[in-house]
């Protein structure tokens, strides 16, 4: 690696050190005052607060990553411009494309690494934040001992249950109902109970109803009450112990599975397809803020650090808003859900290679 571009990397770095760090304690500082009522009135210990807030702060520092790369770029070329080092480096011979490589380079390796932070930290310490604060902080009891109300599972071979109650200590449920589908996705059976309990590796439920019904899930075609029946279910009682997870608690293939069981029980996986895309997309974020904070820079060189902070965080607004677009479009059908989670990232590069080619003519 020449001086040259230690040197650029150097003065880029510390710009980028420096903004995520200012985010880092934005955050936990952010997190603290959003959770103090929940604090105050579960009188958490100091040590607990800390270990929620740490929890929590990986997911948070991906989010933000594009706009600390958008900010290094903004601070770093800034600077340098301003004291004409760029000049001096385009007089040595060097063209801008050329100054500017270990900044794509770096770029690129921390998008890299920022899917893999994400999916190996970031999106199962979220999931484990909501687990500490249910059980650590609220004191609501163990998952062993889970009381769990008004549950909707989506369980394995076209099958539904609705759950009023689940107690998860003696595995016993109130007022279930059970429904299956078919390929076309329409209701065949359903089962309704009073009750159901977990016993010697089976279901079994009582005072209830079997309806069959069509094809067209329209007609019954048998109803027979029961006082006690054992249906064959591949669920057991873990399963309805575990705490649902939201799509940025998931990871790449935890994600994946979830729309594979969706689709088998015939619902709707739109917003969970354009998540899964996302997981890719948008830790190239970093890249695309690079890209369009470029030539920005190289615009703004007598613009004051708060200009360029002004600035760099009217773009991340931009930028967000339009990856919420792009999330509403997918989620309608009105993009394909790769295209819609892709969306910002394509046109936010687009535009910033225009500027910086339109920049580099001059």
């Not at 794509?104 to 999931?127: D, K, M, Q, R, V």
């Not at 977990?198 to 109803?209: A, C, H, R, T, V």
């Not at 590069?349 to 910086?356: E, H």
Request: hydrophobic fraction near 45%; charged fraction near 20%.
């Amino acid at each position: 690696m020449k001086i040259i571009d230690r040197y650029v990397l150097k003065q880029y770095g510390q710009a980028f050190l420096f903004a995520i760090s200012c985010f880092a304690l934005v955050v936990l500082i952010s997190q603290f005052f959003d959770k103090i009522d929940t604090f105050l009135n579960y009188k958490t210990p100091p040590y607990r607060i800390i270990i929620y807030l740490l929890y929590r702060l990986p997911f948070w520092l991906v989010q933000v990553l594009p706009v600390a790369t958008l900010l290094a770029t903004l601070f770093a070329l800034s600077n340098m411009l301003r004291y004409n080092e760029l000049t001096a480096m385009k007089a040595s011979g060097l063209s801008l494309y050329r100054i500017l490589l270990p900044l794509f380079i770096f770029t690129l390796i921390l998008s890299g690494l920022t899917f893999i932070f994400n999916e190996t930290l970031a999106s199962p310490l979220e999931y484990k934040a909501k687990l500490y604060e249910k059980h650590k902080i609220r004191h609501e009891e163990g998952l062993d001992y889970l009381q769990r109300n008004n549950v909707i599972h989506l369980g394995q071979n076209k099958r539904i249950y609705f759950i009023k109650s689940f107690d998860g200590q003696h595995s016993i449920m109130q007022d279930v109902q059970i429904d299956e589908f078919n390929s076309t996705h329409n209701l065949v059976k359903q089962i309704v109970a009073k009750s159901g309990r977990w016993q010697d590796n089976q279901w079994i439920f009582e005072n209830g109803i079997i309806r069959e019904f069509d094809q067209q899930g329209k007609n019954i075609i048998k109803e027979e009450k029961f006082a006690s029946i054992s249906p064959v279910l591949p669920e057991n009682s873990g399963d309805f112990l575990r705490e649902a997870k939201k799509s940025t608690e998931m990871d790449y293939r935890e994600l994946k599975d979830y729309i594979i069981r969706l689709r088998k029980n015939g619902l709707p996986a739109n917003r969970e397809q354009v998540e899964l895309a996302l997981k890719f997309s948008y830790p190239f974020a970093n890249l695309v803020t690079l890209l369009i904070g470029i030539p920005f820079a190289l615009w703004t060189k007598q613009s004051s650090k708060v200009m360029n902070f002004g600035t760099g965080m009217a773009i991340a607004f931009i930028f967000w808003g339009t990856i919420e677009i792009g999330h509403a479009l997918g989620e309608n059908k009105v993009l394909t859900p790769v295209l819609a989670a892709w969306l910002s990232n394509l046109m936010f590069s687009s535009i910033g290679v225009w500027l910086l080619v339109k920049k580099v003519r001059k």
